[in-house]
């Protein structure tokens, strides 16, 4: 899988990309910068850059689980950037379970999304 990740600490946006599959090696080399940019800025806007997913290691859904627990309430605003037509509906559905404001774009809307969350 491709991960990458960039830190925009003048809007405090943290943006991760997503390719492929999803293993424990991806999930460390994001979580642990993403929870230093939220213990940095507080409060903190997360954009996700969903190019293309094949699912995850099984252990990275436990894992990944307890994370958001712990870093879900530092995420005032959630950008969900992809075109898989499936994601979409998930997100809006989870994001009726957290205080965080979820938006969701296509692919194509990359930098309307960067300014939503910019201007959040």
Not at 2 to 27: A, H, N
Not at 90 to 110: H, I, P, Q, S
């Amino acid at each position: 899988m491709t991960t990458s990740y960039r830190r925009v600490d003048e809007t405090k946006t943290f943006e991760l990309t997503v390719s492929g599959k999803v293993t424990m090696e991806d999930f460390n080399a994001l979580s642990g910068p993403l929870e230093d940019f939220a213990e940095e800025h507080g409060k903190i806007k997360l954009l996700e850059i969903i190019e293309d997913f094949q699912g995850f290691d099984p252990m990275v859904m436990w894992q990944g689980m307890k994370f958001d627990v712990k870093i879900i309430p530092h995420i005032s605003h959630c950008a969900v950037v992809s075109d898989m037509g499936w994601i979409s509906p998930l997100t809006k559905a989870a994001g009726a379970f957290m205080a965080t404001k979820l938006r969701t774009f296509d692919l194509g809307e990359l930098d309307a999304a960067r300014a939503w969350l910019a201007e959040a």
